[in-house]
């Protein structure tokens, strides 16, 4: 069950002049999930060896969804005034997709911020409590309020500031321009529609004018920043100065100022803000990256520019969105003339998927950089191509950052519709198993180049049909009925999604969020100097993996969080046998001894 995979392209690991490796370790495997009785278990390592000495680790859940932890109620999706919405059908709305967990020691406490990746969204700061031998234990939990800044939007992954802060997201904002073309509430995405809860709206019973008075959708898709006192108290602040997108993530590295912020979804960029102050991510410089191609080969390699959207502060751009603009407010738009052109002071974007010309009204370029990020940056010359961005984590012993990318596909390939014809920078082979790419930086923290790490590998028809054979050996081969629901090599990786280093271990963690390429989403660990990956962690039917994150040293003790997200529930719905294994799970794999630096 540790399998050798191809490092792709990438050369011998480079330490940096006085850093060095710490700790050699290995996870004990965890089997591929065979059979239905192993497709309906979390599955995790037992035990890892670190320098020769072998401990006991496993998968410790610290709530699931619906629990009663303390006086709060894990995962219940509150309005404005702290009040449980209701769902459909008219029960209190319990969300099960929990998301990115943090671990945040203030003080003398331990506390853990949850994600929940719904509308509204929902973050839980947890009170944790930790033995002697490292287990922890919640023991109580209560919403973070976002009631001043319009609710929180589906809050997808996260990371942890080098000054101890959580800091989240919101994923998929809404479209302003379909949004104020809409003649009737049929014409807008009812994606949007449960949001209104935050508000007191029933979503059944509303017109449209009732959504657009409640509903601001320049109000979502920032990074968001919550500190936690050691009174439990959180706060929670968005940084409107960071850019508005699908955001996965943002990752802040080791000078407290440069973040790069990670674009899920189709036609989207990669982002890097530049704070003007170390530890304060509420004003500096947006830029977006340009992808210029190297190579197709190995999953494709690039030299990265860097083009620049000019400087905001958190204020400015919060005092805009107060305003309610819509989308002619900010731009012009018409559209693409023959071969992709633009009439004389428009600019081509093909960002959210959407071909047309865009020109910028006078005296809003700074607004228009930081509530319609992407279609500015694709307007500046950025690239908006790029399909799935996922994780982002970073290696310090290499100066690399990683990103995944859950499919290279769509706008990523050669002449994609969605394309822009003057503009298709990216033309790489589509591989629906995705990739993780290594980008190098230089001491000012600036990505230069952005190579393909390690990809999943597509099976052919010929391997599917090779595996239902009645001979096939079911040791390096999915065989029989499991060839029918998994399209990526069980071996190897399938739409890699949130990522984390082990730093000072040469241990690359990687996690899926993948349907048809294996049917039982994994966590693995990738030995970036052989290259051989263990899977670690496998997770029931129609589960997502999320939260990986690693914390070498917490009151001594190392953690690597692990969430199961939506069980049953984004495939094999049909074999949910009962309604209380569909619960979220937030634990971690551990605890394992510290791995501080030696």
Known sequence: MTFKSALLGATALVLLPGLALAHEISFAPVPFAADDAAKRQVLASDKIVIDGQEYAIGYNILARTGDKIGDGV??????????VVTAEDGSEALSVDADFSSLLPVGDKLYSISHFESRPGAMYVSELKQDADGKLTPVSTKPVEFKDLGGLWVPCAGSVTPWGTHLGSEEYPPDAEA???AAALSDIDDYYFPMVRFFGVDPAKMDLATFRSVFNPYAYGYP?????????????DKHYAMGRVAVELAY???DQKTAYISDDGTNVGLFKFVADTAGDLSAGTLYAAKWVQTSAENGGAANLEWIDLGHATEAEIAAAIAKKPIFSDIFEATDLGEGGTCAMDFAPSNAEGVLECLKVKPGMEVVASRIETRRYASMMGASTEFRKMEGITFNPETNQLYISMSEVGKGMTAGDKKDLPSRDLIQLPKNACGTVFALDLDENFNAT????LISGKPMSDEQVAAAADPNCDPAH????AAAEVNTCDINGIANPDNITYMPGTNTLIIGEDTGEGHQNDAIWAMNLGSGELTRIFSTPYGSETTSPYFYPNVGGHA??????QHP?????????QDAADARAYVGYIGPMPALDAK
């Open 224 to 236: 968001t920043e919550i500190t936690v006192s050691e009174d439990g108290s959180a706060k929670a």
């Open 179 to 181: 949004i104020e073309k």
């Open 477 to 480: 081969n999915m065989c029989g």
């Open 568 to 576: 049953y529930g984004e495939s094999d719905e049909d074999k949910l």
């Open 559 to 564: 953690y690597l969080m692990a969430v199961v």
């Open 74 to 83: 894990f995962g219940a999706l509150v309005d404005e005034n702290g009040k």
């Open 449 to 452: 180049t952005m190579k393909a």
């Open 252 to 254: 802040v590295l080791p």
